[in-house]
């Protein structure tokens, strides 16, 4: 089991940046993929970016393509999500997740049902 705490997230204006932090404990972190997820008021929880244990494989909602970027140290424990140039529509609480299957080479195509162990989340909020 890992347990993880996110962190970074705040009130910014539109087109401004964030860097969120999702710091682990637990279980090895290396091992395991991470993913970052957003859920608007009264919408479905969605996967906004993911990658892969060694860092080698990322994939990205086509929603943030270009202006979000997820990294990871393991030496830390710690993954992140870089936001640029932030939308109204970006506004959501972020969750970090991670890979239910251990050494996952690609996380293209994943989706909710392949992350657990859920933080409590940070909330963004992106005023225009």
């Known amino acids: 089991q890992v347990q993880l705490v996110e962190s970074g997230g705040g009130l910014v204006q539109a087109g401004g940046s964030l860097r969120l932090s999702c710091s682990a404990s637990?279980?090895?972190?290396?091992?395991?993929?991470m993913g970052w997820f957003r859920q608007a008021p009264g919408k479905e929880r969605e996967l906004v970016a993911a990658?892969?244990?060694?860092?080698?494989?990322?994939s990205y909602a086509d929603s943030v393509k270009g202006r979000f970027t997820i990294s990871r140290d393991n030496a830390k424990n710690t993954v992140y999500l870089q936001m640029n140039s932030l939308k109204s529509e970006d506004t959501a609480v972020y969750y970090c997740?991670?890979?239910?299957?251990?050494?996952?080479?690609?996380?293209?195509?994943?989706?909710?049902?392949?992350?657990?162990?859920w933080g409590q989340g940070t909330q963004v909020t992106v005023s225009s």
């Open positions: 997740g991670a890979d239910l299957k251990p050494w996952r080479r690609d996380v293209g195509g994943l989706g909710r049902p392949d992350f657990g162990s």
């Open positions: 637990g279980r090895t972190f290396s091992s395991y993929g």
């Open positions: 990658i892969s244990w060694s860092g080698a494989s990322t």
